[in-house]
């Protein structure tokens, strides 16, 4: 039988139904048919035949993982008609059955388009264009276009498609709602060209989203390398950055509304946003610029993505806009890394920023990223990640100089490592071992060893806050840390990513974990790698407020009071940081070495971001504000270095001596680059300074002063301008200073020995480390106690803990009671009980028995109130404990069960007139725990008998009258 979270008396016997995966691998969805089920109320299903896979049906760890269940029947059935094998053109070398269904095409000028509840089978074909629904070329279909009514799908079921689900290609204003669309070849719910706006996706199921050979993006590592006819010359396509992006819901431009969607399993990906930077397709070049880039983002609220193979919800790249041709060969519309998203104010970048807003996603069991979200500003609110290989991370808009900067925070959010949901080994889930708290057998993500992080670092600057993480332990086969960084990163790390308010509850073991030398990490010495950092705000992940954290081996940061923490690999400092953009030209590409005159013997030595073959190289070092540092080359130093000041406040200074060869002849200049113009202003050249003390002296005029003796150009990066916002540069542009070089040596530029000790200083800290805080943050981690998808429903959090004898003996002394966060703690041996309203979730009695005496018989008999939830728990064994169970068969269990043999027991149940989904008992024998159980109970339903409300404020609801609305 299936307890559904909605009323499914719609649903006959003999329907099929499809229920979703809710592991790792969506090939563990499974199909049934309904059997007559008198018995069965309004809320339950009786399915023919056993379910081969696990198929969560509650709220584990605060997030909402029950399993979706959709209908595939209809009264309307339009289908293809197969043949029994793949045949002709069909690419049957990817495919061994027939690929060539039914399709309905609705074309422009219609005078209305309102398909309802039909079932869709075999429909769509490999062949371009041809798929179950295709709205073509059809321009605006609400009000805009002239229709009374908007055009609408409502309660389709799509289902073993050959080509899509629902194709929206230039066409605007569509609703689609309350439809399933499962097991389909190729992007399922599809907007084609980058031109489509205004469509409302509402209530959607999408699930078991498969490769297919249309587009590029649609393709599978096979398919990507085989077809090459729309390729130039003999370029063989890379299916990692050409294809490999078949998604359930494929948005091809932001300004649409996603609201209550589930993607419940693809290849690749479940909701992708993607930018054209012009319209393609049939309508390329009617929309030369689409400026899907600057749109602000549509409403996005209350989806779900589970079991997808790449990513849960992805934001970031576009297609290629060209033919393939020898200066491209990539196929057109191949996955291009060319678009940034940056939303400012009616797509206009000389207008604000426009803030994106990701509200209410929930992510789980998928097995690369939960979340992947790139550009800003962005914001995500009240989501929930769980059992991802990576929980979410974000990326920053564009690379410096381009970039200019912009803001990415999730807030209210709960971070899961390892849940209670276990999964089933089966179903193409790869990989099952060890892990969680419990050290038990389950599925994982990527491999064994894969480093598991709930929220990740990459660039920046990001900011995380009011947040929540749990279960986050590491084994002897992996890392597993709340807090982690991009693996293998060559990138830049701002100090400006910051942390605050932040919760992490007693379940996790590493707070942060820099990464080690070793698998998945490798040598860990790139320099992103090297220069993870972020800010704690409040110390709420330290302990030290205001203070930065960063890799224990950076020595560019430190200072001699700042704090190791070995298992994290980092280290806890004070001070004021900021970054150096350094691009070089005019030399082969070089390491960099830069040193802190404090720690002249530990360099940091960087490769830099660009390849060999590039023209110039660019370095970004993290470094501490008011200090002084020298740079050294692996080669002859280069004819051009642009320094730009990333991230400094007016008035913060460093010292920089750069390294050349003793008769170098220099121009140095400053002057200030304005990014949208490209253009340079504030143009001044520095003058030679007398001596070093001259120099230090003036370090706000624009002098350097070179020493021959150790062949160091020294100068002042001093910022004289003020910095806005999230913006890298000050509010005038950046400032920069450009060092043009005459060398006539080509040796070597390593000037460390001639430098030290003659520049070494003893090392000392600018701002004074802070005390440790010793009170617990009352107002840190996310408000919300559960994370679902009917968030207009209220859900009680209970908790049991019962001890055995031997538990007892062992030290352990908590036994309790918790409900929405009270706990109501028994240190007496008996039997302990928790009463609550089922209607209004307030407590009404505890109560501790010390054993089962005619007092406690009449008590569960006739002494707790109808509507009511009922909480026990136990404390050592007691007399009584082996008939108790006869009591609790009015209380929701099904049968009495023999607690003889038990050592302890826990019981959820209900008092009133109906059985109830969520009612359990637990027990452990002798030598077993029964550890922390929990529960998320439903309040306030009409079954329990409470008393009918009116009509519940539902914020989804009320975003589609505003979606519509727009129209």
């Excluded at 499974?30 to 049906?57: A, D, M, R, W």
Aim: charged share 20%.
């Amino acid at each position: 039988m299936l307890h559904m979270k909605d009323d499914v008396q719609s649903w006959n016997p003999g329907d099929r139904v499809i229920i979703a995966s809710t592991d790792f691998s969506m090939y563990q969805a499974e199909e049934f048919s309904l059997l007559p089920c008198p018995e069965c109320n309004k809320y339950q299903v009786k399915i023919q035949g056993k379910p081969q896979f696990t198929h969560v049906g509650e709220i584990i760890d605060a997030i909402d993982m029950r399993a979706e269940v959709g209908v595939l029947t209809r009264n309307i059935l339009i289908h293809g008609e197969m043949e029994n094998s793949c045949y002709g053109n069909n690419w049957c070398q990817f495919f061994s059955y027939d690929t060539f269904g039914g399709h309905i095409k609705i074309l422009g000028n219609f005078t209305s388009v309102h398909l309802s509840h039909i079932e869709l089978k075999n429909m769509g074909q490999q062949v371009k264009g041809s798929y179950p629904v295709h709205f073509h070329l059809c321009g605006d279909v609400d009000e805009r276009g002239g229709y009374r009514t908007p055009t609408y799908l409502e309660g389709l079921a799509i289902h073993h498609s050959f080509s899509r689900c629902v194709a929206v290609h230039a066409t605007n204003g569509l609703l689609i709602k309350d439809s399933v669309g499962y097991d389909t070849l190729g992007h399922c719910f599809f907007l084609e060209d980058g031109t489509e706006q205004r469509n409302t996706l509402y209530h959607n199921l999408g699930l078991v989203t498969k490769p297919g050979t249309l587009l590029p993006t649609d393709r599978n590592d096979t398919m990507c390398t085989s077809i090459r006819n729309k390729v130039y010359g003999n370029y063989i396509p890379v299916p990692a950055t050409d294809c490999k992006a078949v998604s359930t819901f494929w948005i091809s431009h932001p300004n649409n509304n996603l609201i209550s969607n589930a993607a419940a399993g693809s290849q690749d990906t479940g909701i992708w946003y993607l930018f054209h930077s012009m319209s393609t397709g049939d309508t390329h070049g009617l929309s030369p610029e689409t400026k899907a880039e600057l749109t602000p983002l549509g409403i996005f609220y209350n989806n779900r993505v589970h079991s997808n193979f790449k990513a849960g919800l992805f934001i970031d790249k576009g297609v290629k806009t060209t033919n393939a041709s020898a200066a491209d060969p990539r196929e057109y519309l191949c996955l291009d890394n060319n678009a940034r998203f940056r939303p400012h104010v009616d797509a206009d970048p000389k207008k604000p920023r426009a803030v994106a807003l990701i509200d209410s996603l929930i992510s789980f069991k998928n097995n690369d990223l939960g979340a992947w979200v790139r550009g800003g500003d962005i914001l995500i609110k009240n989501s929930g990640f769980a059992d991802n290989g990576i929980g979410l991370s974000f990326a920053s808009d564009g690379s410096f100089p381009k970039d200019v900067g912009s803001s990415q925070e999730v807030s209210e959010s709960l971070f899961v490592g390892e849940s209670k949901n276990y999964g089933t080994n089966g179903g193409q889930n790869k990989y099952w071992g060890v892990g969680g708290g419990e050290n038990k057998t389950r599925t994982l993500p990527r491999n064994k060893t894969f480093p598991i992080r709930g929220f990740q670092i990459y660039d920046g600057p990001v900011h995380l806050t009011k947040s929540t993480f749990k279960h986050f332990i590491p084994t002897s086969d992996r890392y597993t840390s709340a807090v982690g960084f991009f693996l293998k990163n060559p990138w830049q790390l701002t100090p400006r990513n910051n942390i605050s308010s932040v919760k992490f509850e007693t379940s996790v073991s590493l707070k942060v974990f820099f990464g080690i030398s070793g698998p998945w990490f490798e040598e860990n010495e790139l320099d992103g790698d090297k220069n993870s950092i972020f800010h704690d705000v409040d110390g709420s992940v330290t302990g030290y407020k205001d203070a930065y954290v960063g890799r224990m081996d950076n020595f560019l940061i430190r200072h001699p009071d700042c704090i190791n923490v070995t298992k994290w690999n980092g280290v806890i400092c004070s001070g004021r940081y900021s970054q150096v953009f350094i691009q070089t030209w005019g030399s082969q590409n070089l390491s960099m070495s830069i040193v802190r005159d404090e720690y002249p013997s530990s360099p940091m030595t960087l490769r830099g971001i660009n390849s060999q073959r590039a023209s110039f190289q660019q370095y970004q070092p993290v470094v501490m504000i008011g200090k002084s540092y020298t740079v050294h080359w692996n080669g002859s130093a280069p004819k051009e270095t642009v320094l730009y000041l990333i991230n400094f406040d007016k008035g913060d200074w460093i010292q920089v001596g750069l390294c050349y060869p003793p008769d170098t002849t220099f121009q140095v200049m400053s002057d200030i680059y304005q990014r949208q113009s490209a253009n340079f202003d504030s143009m001044e050249d520095y003058g030679p300074a007398s001596s070093l003390e001259d120099l230090q002296k003036s370090m706000s005029e624009r002098k350097f002063f070179f020493d021959n003796s150790t062949g160091l150009l020294l100068i002042f990066l001093h910022a004289k301008h003020s910095r806005d916002g999230h913006s890298y540069c000050s509010t005038q542009g950046c400032e920069r200073v450009k060092i043009t070089a005459t060398i006539k040596s080509k040796d070597t530029s390593n000037c460390m020995t001639k430098a030290y000790p003659k520049y070494s200083k003893p090392p000392k800290a600018i701002i004074a480390m802070p005390p440790r805080t010793t009170t617990q943050c009352s107002n840190c981690g996310a408000a919300k106690m559960v994370f679902t998808s009917d968030p207009h429903k209220t859900y009680l959090q209970a908790q049991i803990k019962s001890l055995s004898k031997e538990e007892i003996q062992q030290g352990d002394n908590e036994s309790f009671i918790t409900v929405n966060g009270e706990m109501f703690s028994f240190a007496e041996s008996g039997f302990f009980l928790v009463i609550v309203d089922a209607c209004t979730g307030k407590v009404t009695k505890n109560t501790l028995f010390f054993q089962l005496d005619a007092k406690m018989e009449k008590y569960l008999n006739t002494g707790i109130p109808q509507r009511s939830i009922v909480l026990l728990s136990t404390r050592n064994k007691q007399s009584g404990f082996g008939s108790i169970s006869q009591y609790l068969v009015s209380l929701g269990i099904a049968k009495a069960a023999d607690l003889q043999i038990k050592e302890s027991f826990a019981f959820f149940g209900f008092r009133g007139g109906v059985n109830t989904s969520w009612a359990k008992l637990f027990t452990a024998p002798a030598g077993k725990k029964l550890g922390l159980l929990e529960k998320y109970i439903p309040l306030e339903l009409e079954e329990y008998g409470c008393t009918k409300a009116d009509t519940p404020w539902r914020k989804d609801v009320e975003l589609l009258k505003k979606a519509l609305s727009k129209h």
